[in-house]
């Protein structure tokens, strides 16, 4: 099957032979105002595409893409909480979980705009009772000392929130440390128990489904730390739960079950993906960070994109934009590998947060209607901090055989204050080589005079496509605006790819084999079918032991 058999798309296959000969330094000799033209804002936020390998007539074309599949279509249906997630028959409402309290949103008969804001009053109850100090361990002691436990996206978002925002505590949420556990194999809540004091630890598990092995393994390993730390007080199980952990899950039995109580429980919905449920209580460790109100400032942020996504033609809108440019470049010109290089050491867990992300929503080779795709879907993607990366893997991106296109995102300002000459003075060290980077990568070095007459192995070809996402400065609200933007453009590229970004069929046989192989590991092998590289590993490691 092939999306692109479509008047617009053969148009645009037909308009890659031109331009997928054309390098981006002609392209800015032929148009000195690309800038102009191909830059696009929003209050706090701005995109510039002029580093792609695009004229007018290619965004032009890629709207008239969008059009052809409906975009329009599926974005109200995302909306208006229609059950776009196929798959598993349910909406996907993301949206919803960032949206004010006085809208309304009707599914499947009963409003869901109310119960989240009820849990987000339920979630500031805790936060400021935590800050406060006054939640207190079984000895009696404040809790000064949070572990979130989780994984993939009930750890991914709020751990990378955490690290970008962590310059917005305020007076009461300083005094609170946060860590994150998410390693199965213990080497994270191992060496971080060594270091904690029981008697003011408060452990927050986040799982939708509360069946996730990793994340319970994890948690039954801090109740039964808790309780030998508590052997000489005696102090009942039960209490220990209550005063030690908070759940944060769509399956509040579970929790029951677990023995949590029902006070210490914060809820969200099936239909939240675990990618997209920062917005929801899984974001309690980053309301414990930057206190409830930069938390609902972070949820501004989003829903003013969110609002952004729906209202705006698709030629000035930002996500739809950054999403068409990705077709562009993966099913047009053939590139299918993707760096995200954030200029700022607070954006250092961006990559991975947007690698689950991206992979994890478009990494499909089936259509919504199960047939197997004829093209190109989610590209590969990696990172790091951009200084950093230059010393990695720039090489490769400069002078490497594979073609591959770059986010750059950076802010215009930050070390604001009358006393920070030197901090300033580094931000513009930053700023001087992220644009000198997106410059070489797109241009090459035709920007040096006489460049030509280098020998080969000192050229740079540039004609690598580049983004540059500059935020006014990093606050919780435009950090809420820019990851809703790359939110809105995976959902954009899974319409036009024609597949479901909502789910992620992909993920759960490994798990299920796993757990399979279980009783193999522990030395029983009945019932269990192996081949010979597994079984030969699993021998070998049991002889170890």
Known sequence: MNVFATEAGTDLYEHATVMGKAHIASLFQQNAERFEDFSFSVPGLMLDLSKQRISSETLNLLCELAREKHLKQWIEDL??????????????????????????????????????????????????????????????????????????????????????????TTDSSRKVDIHFVSSMDGSHISSLLDRLNPTRTLFVISSKSFTTIDTLANAETAKEWLKRADQHDQMNEALILK????????????????????????????????????????????????????????????????????????????????????????????????????????????????????????????????????????????????????HAFYQLLHQGTIPVMCDFITCSTRYEGPNNTELKHQHQLNLSNCLAQSQILALGDTVIEGAENSPPHKRYRGNQPCSTLLLDKLTPETFGMLIAMYEHKVFVQSVIWNINPFDQWGVELGKTIATGLLPALNGSSDGVSLDSSTRGLINHINTKR
Request: aromatic share 8%.
């Open 79 to 168: 909306y208006n909480g229609e059950k776009i997630n196929t798959s598993e028959d349910r909406p996907a409402l993301h949206t919803a979980l960032r949206a004010p309290a006085d809208q309304r949103l009707n599914v499947d008969g009963e409003d869901v705009i109310a119960p989240i804001h009820e849990n987000l009053s339920r979630m500031e109850t805790l936060v400021n009772c935590i800050h406060a100090g006054q939640w207190l361990g079984c000895t009696g002691h404040p809790i000064d000392t949070i572990v979130n436990i989780g994984v993939g996206g009930s750890d991914l978002g709020p751990f990378m929130a955490c690290k970008a925002l962590s310059e917005f």
């Open 243 to 390: 005063r030690h952990f908070i759940g944060v899950s769509a399956t509040p039995k579970r929790m029951v079950d677990w023995g949590i109580p029902e006070s210490n429980h914060l809820y969200f919905w099936e239909w939240t993906g675990g990618r997209y449920s920062m917005w929801s209580t899984i974001g309690l460790p980053i309301a414990l960070r930057i206190g409830m109100q930069g938390f609902r400032d972070m949820l501004a942020g989003a829903h003013a994109m969110d609002t952004h996504f729906r209202n705006t033609e698709f030629e000035s809108n930002l996500p739809v934009l950054l999403a068409l440019t990705g077709i562009w470049n993966i099913n047009f010109l053939g590139i299918t590998a993707h760096a995200i290089l954030p200029y700022d050491g607070r954006l250092s867990h961006l990559p991975s947060y947007l690698e689950q992300l991206e992979m994890e929503s478009n990494g499909k080779n089936t259509t919504r209607t199960n047939e197997m795709v004829g093209y190109n879907t989610c590209p590969v993607l990696w990172g790091e901090i951009g200084t950093n990366a230059q």
